[in-house]
């Protein structure tokens, strides 16, 4: 039985890999011990990713910088909990789902209140329309980079009406080409579930932008 | 059926994210090959993932100076483990010791205050004295009866923490309690106290539990015989 060798190239990558892995050990090793610089470093190393998860989630560049900044903070406060230090990543991409997901729920439940709100100082023939609009604003209008702006808000929401464990899923592993076992570690599964979940993700997607495709 | 149909799915799934192992991989592209439902659904998958990709590639611009600038801040007031450094947290030692020497420098200033009051027993006709004796005090009072009376200037002096003093002709007795073994405190104390008080020249112990403070007796007026009636 023949095994392939890794070629050079391939060599030379797992190794800048585990030199890359090494240093973020020790920087959370040094942000653990209250290094704020160690930590801050992490931050930028993280940061974009984070962002950018929370805003496919949010749906809202303010709303997700913001979230980021309290993640990190959380984080720094909370890094004596971190158990495995090789880990960071995952731990960190965690919190911010976890306040992301809060800070929906909140969201939903005061735009349900005003919602209320309105249609009962108007029409009850108002409402679908209002609804449409809260939710065609989630991308604010610096925010629509695509050249098909309309497309862009309908992965929006189309990505908003999936169940949570879905959305989170396809998010982070098939926008945002996190690894797989990263996600698995941040949504709490296995790695077939994270599979699973994406591909019925996708599937609704293809039934909610069908008219776009 | 349908089982098979979405199995076939999942599995395409994976090939479009480029996660399924080897052997499956081979087994799937063979199939697409003569199967067109299978290169249908894989088309169909690999669109949307398509979609998503350009969608993902488009972040808007985020200001990240300014992130870090205000991220640095907010993290100078945090500490690992949750404790916020607060105001108190941070100042808070350095002020309890500034109170503790306010409240040091306030006890000593009354101290000094009270010990300045007692020590001037001269000053006035009420006055208080400082027994020698641990806890106990001294009042010395005028009283006019005695002092212009056939008893010439001896003053009362009394032990508020005594029972009543009895007076005898040109003396005052002082007694304590038998429980009290504290007659020669009371002695050296009526002794402090009356050199303040005119005529008082002696103080004698007279029984076990009392001392005498004796004073000698002033020539009486001599009344002319015709004021008589």
Redesign the interface.
Known sequence: MSQRLPNDSQAQGAVQQAMAAAQELALVLAAKSGDRGAFGKLAQQYQRQCAAVALRLLGNTHDAAELVQDALVKAYRSLDQLQQSERFGPWLMRIVTNLALNYRRSRGRRQALSLEQTSAGANGDDGEDLRSSVAGSTLDAPEKPLANAELGDAIQIAIDELPEKQRLALVMFAVEKMPQKDVAEVLNCSVEAVKWHVFMARKQLKKSLGTYM | MKNDTQHL??LI??YV?G?LDAASKKSLEQRMVVDPDSRAAYQ??R???D??????N?????N?EK??A???H???K?????QRITFWRSWGKAMAVAASLLVAVGVGYVWRGISASVNDTNSAAAQVAKASAPSQSVTVEENAALSQGMHGSLRRVEFPEFPKSTETAGNVQFSVPPDVAATESLKQAVEMSLPKVANANSVVQTQPNAVTAEAPEKPRREVPPDHFP
Request: charged share 35%.
């Open positions: 799915e999942f799934s994976q994210d996660t169909e998958q669109e949307v993932q979609v998503l990709d350009d969608w993902g488009r972040l808007p611009w985020i990240w992130f870090d205000e991220l640095t907010r993290l100078e945090e500490t690992v483990g949750g």
